[in-house]
């Protein structure tokens, strides 16, 4: 008859094997520290159809629990707690448009009149301006002393919040004298974004952590 922690060990792999990743554990007699303070955070992964955002989201929330004094992020063999985020589908919606209609806006966060648009050869004459990142998150948190998943919830459209497709603080002609900031200022508006939602997603890990903790500290004190 296989042993207990054995039965535990295989449906724990059953129940995380489906983002990749498994956390492994000694058995039942593991016992590293009695609260749920010391945190493992694996990379995100990310099972989206869009990808290319798991990495600043393990930055991000990372970053965000490790300035949280209330834990500490430590390698697996000495956390009590395993965080497991991962992306399900991620998205980007334009929700600012700027379209040449009296011919006196500018586009391109403003680096471009309608005039020049006029002039131009085949130009477009509307110009997004400011989108929105949307990630669907799964986030379970497991218990590395014996293997159960004490917390698994789909976060649904975590939002960045409206950000600008080029820097606010650009002018018109700065960005005509250097147009690949174009690209550069977008990398570094996506970036903010994400850590935005990552501070979302680790206010949520921060908030089970910390009824976990409670619960188990109710529970020695009976």
């Known amino acids: 008859m296989p042993l207990p922690h054995v039965l535990l060990a295989a449906s724990t792999f059953i129940a995380l094997s489906s983002s990749g990743c498994v956390f492994r554990y000694a058995n039942a007699e593991r016992n590293i520290d009695s609260t749920f303070r010391r945190v493992y955070v694996p990379a995100v992964t990310d099972?989206?159809?869009?990808?290319?955002?798991?990495?600043?989201?393990?930055?991000?929330?990372?970053?965000?629990?490790?300035?949280?004094t209330r834990f500490a992020l430590v390698p697996a063999n000495q956390a009590r707690v395993?965080?497991?985020?991962?992306?399900?589908?991620?998205?980007?919606?334009?929700?600012?448009?700027?379209?040449?209609?009296?011919?006196?806006?500018?586009?391109a966060a403003e680096s471009t009149s309608c005039d020049a648009v006029k002039r131009?050869?085949?130009?477009?004459?509307?110009?997004?301006?400011?989108?929105?990142?949307?990630?669907?998150v799964r986030v379970r948190v497991v218990d590395l002393n014996d293997g159960r998943l004490l917390y698994n919830r789909i976060l649904p459209q975590v939002s960045s919040g409206p950000y600008p497709l080029v820097g606010?603080?650009?002018?018109?002609?700065?960005l005509k004298r250097t147009p690949?900031?174009?690209?550069?200022?977008?990398?570094?508006?996506?970036?903010?974004?994400?850590?935005?939602?990552?501070?979302?997603?680790?206010?949520?890990?921060?908030?089970?952590?910390?009824?976990?903790?409670?619960?188990?500290?109710?529970?020695?004190?009976?």
């Open 82 to 107: 395993a965080v497991d985020v991962q992306i399900l589908e991620s998205a980007k919606v334009t929700t600012e448009v700027v379209e040449c209609k009296t011919g006196t806006e500018i586009l």
């Open 180 to 222: 690949e900031l174009h690209a550069l200022r977008y990398v570094e508006k996506v970036d903010a974004a994400m850590d935005r939602i990552g501070q979302t997603v680790a206010a949520e890990v921060a908030g089970v952590l910390l009824s976990l903790d409670a619960s188990s500290e109710a529970v020695q004190g009976r």
């Open 168 to 174: 606010e603080a650009e002018t018109r002609a700065g």
């Open 47 to 68: 099972a989206s159809t869009r990808g290319g955002q798991a990495g600043r989201l393990s930055h991000a929330v990372r970053r965000s629990l490790s300035l949280d």
């Open 120 to 136: 131009g050869f085949n130009l477009p004459d509307a110009s997004a301006e400011r989108e929105t990142a949307l990630l669907d």
